[in-house]
């Protein structure tokens, strides 16, 4: 097949998908208007709404054009949040305690869905190395109404950061550990996702007590909110 028409066949073929994702987050959204009251149900559709999205915007990158925009979406951070602790939970909850701190009917933000996840991911995973034995990890969300942002605190009991070399943990390619176990994307790019939705990360922490991250974003504008309800696609590929 001619370059042109794989790519052509390619784009194609994310619109189709395009369709299908749609159909499903449509679902989802009116499922959970009727299941509110059940919790259990609640935890599955948010499962298939963050897989559905994670996939979507996969797809998105592997045919995208470097030189586009970035599209964002609304994003539940909550959701998010949960996703990726469910996932170290089934790992390490035998020797670390997680616990979240989750402001309900938290507000959304504009963002991308996998950079998002990417962040949590990485900052939890950071949080769970830095624990030797057993520990605790808490993650926090809420909205500050004054800032007209919105908070996220991931927090651990672990080994702290040294003094000298906390200044430091933004550089980009630093790092204190071994290149064979240095498998996440690094602070920098952490970093550097944050910022590039309008966001702010921040780092304290005491030798032997714990460190904590804390991220700010902007919330999404309501006008933005309301026209998003009102169509809620996924855009992979142009007609």
């Known amino acids: 097949?001619?370059?042109?028409?794989?790519?052509?066949s390619l784009k194609h073929l994310a619109h189709d998908l395009n369709n299908?994702?749609?159909?499903?987050?449509?679902?989802?959204?009116?499922?959970?208007?009727?299941?509110?009251?059940s919790e259990n149900y609640s935890v599955l559709l948010n499962n298939i709404e963050s897989g559905t999205y994670l996939a979507s915007e996969i797809i998105e990158n592997a045919i995208g054009n470097s030189a586009s925009p970035v599209k964002?979406?609304?994003?539940?951070?909550?959701s998010i949040i949960q996703d990726v602790v469910r996932s170290f939970m089934l790992?390490?909850?035998?020797?670390?305690?997680?616990s979240l701190i989750l402001e309900p009917k938290l507000k959304l933000i504009n963002a991308k869905y996998t950079d998002i996840y990417r962040i949590i991911m990485n900052l939890t995973a950071n949080a769970v190395e830095a624990i030797n034995g057993e520990g605790k990890i808490e993650i926090t969300s809420k909205?500050?109404?004054?800032?007209?942002?919105?908070?996220?605190?991931?927090?651990?009991?672990?080994?702290?950061?040294?003094?000298?070399v906390i200044e430091h943990i933004?550089?980009?390619?630093?790092?204190?550990k071994p290149i064979e176990n240095n498998s996440g994307v690094g602070l920098s790019i952490v970093k550097q996702l944050v910022e590039s939705f309008g966001g702010s990360i921040t780092v304290q922490s005491d030798k032997q007590i714990g460190t904590t991250f804390t991220i700010n974003f902007p919330v999404a504008s309501l006008a933005k909110q309301k026209e998003t309800e009102i169509?809620?696609?996924?855009?992979?590929a142009e007609d």
């Open 170 to 176: 933004f550089t980009d390619q630093f790092s204190t």
């Open 143 to 164: 909205f500050l109404a004054g800032n007209d942002c919105l908070l996220i605190e991931i927090s651990d009991s672990g080994c702290g950061i040294e003094p000298d």
């Open 72 to 78: 964002t979406r609304r994003v539940n951070v909550n």
């Open 1 to 8: 097949m001619q370059p042109e028409k794989e790519d052509l």
């Open 91 to 98: 790992q390490h909850g035998n020797r670390i305690k997680f």
């Open 20 to 37: 299908i994702f749609t159909r499903i987050l449509t679902s989802i959204e009116l499922l959970k208007r009727k299941s509110q009251t």
């Open 231 to 236: 169509k809620k696609t996924i855009l992979i």
